[in-house]
């Protein structure tokens, strides 16, 4: 009895070693929203901030352009403040549809303020590059997605860090960081601009102060789902055009990332 229980035992750990670990799940684009929580975004200002990611996700027409998409996106959200204050409040959630969006919007609404320090978006980017290689989808585009109210006085430095995480991406993925500078401190989209913004058709959107964040993240988030040209829907108050579908390409596993 023993000698049949030890050989059963055997051969199932054999067959789940076979098996191999789970393929990844094929998505257009990976997408990390980083999320500026330092000191200078007082309560009002970060629920102003955190609205707006909620009210992108819960976008009837956001949500139609991440329906089209093969496969849908993956995204996370994160909240950073000083070089070593990054959370991830939100983990990397396959969102495919109106359902999945209002799920992820809602799981946004449901966090607390993480921090409220210095500003490290460098440190920030540091934090979040690795998950692209480890988490559980395979993505055509890797998008880092930056919002702020200020340049970095705290951690890693930005430009370096921004470098890295492209030279990380495998050979056929595309990989971008995009801004969306709040403004209010006088140079702020240029250094986001020059600092932040990398990769093939990367951007800097400027919200004019944090009652315009609302409408500075649809639009964001807009074309980073649809990043390329043609006519793609934006939401509607924004009244954009010329944004176009970016296929998802060949699926491949996270093993065979360089």
Known sequence: M?????????????????AGP???????VELALLVDVSGSVDNTEYNLQKTGYVNAF?????QSNIASLTGGIAVTYIEWSGANQQATLVNWTHVTDAASANAFANAIAATTRAFSSLTAPGSAINYVTPGFSTNSYEGA??????????????GANTATARDNFLNSAPTGVSAVVNGLAILGEFG??????????G???????AANGFADFDNAVKTKIGKEIHDGGGNVPEPATLALVGLALLGAG???????RN
């Open 199 to 205: 990769g093939t058709n990367a951007f800097v959107i």
């Open 22 to 28: 789970a393929a990844a799940v094929p998505v257009a």
């Open 141 to 154: 585009r890797w998008v880092i997605d930056v919002s702020g109210d200020g340049p970095q006085n705290d």
């Open 2 to 18: 023993k000698t049949k229980t030890w050989f059963a035992t055997a051969f199932g750990a054999a067959a789940i070693a076979m």
């Open 58 to 62: 819960k976008d009837a027409i956001i």
């Open 188 to 197: 702020l989209q240029d250094w986001y601009q020059n600092n932040i913004q």
């Open 250 to 256: 060949a699926a491949r596993r996270k093993g065979s």
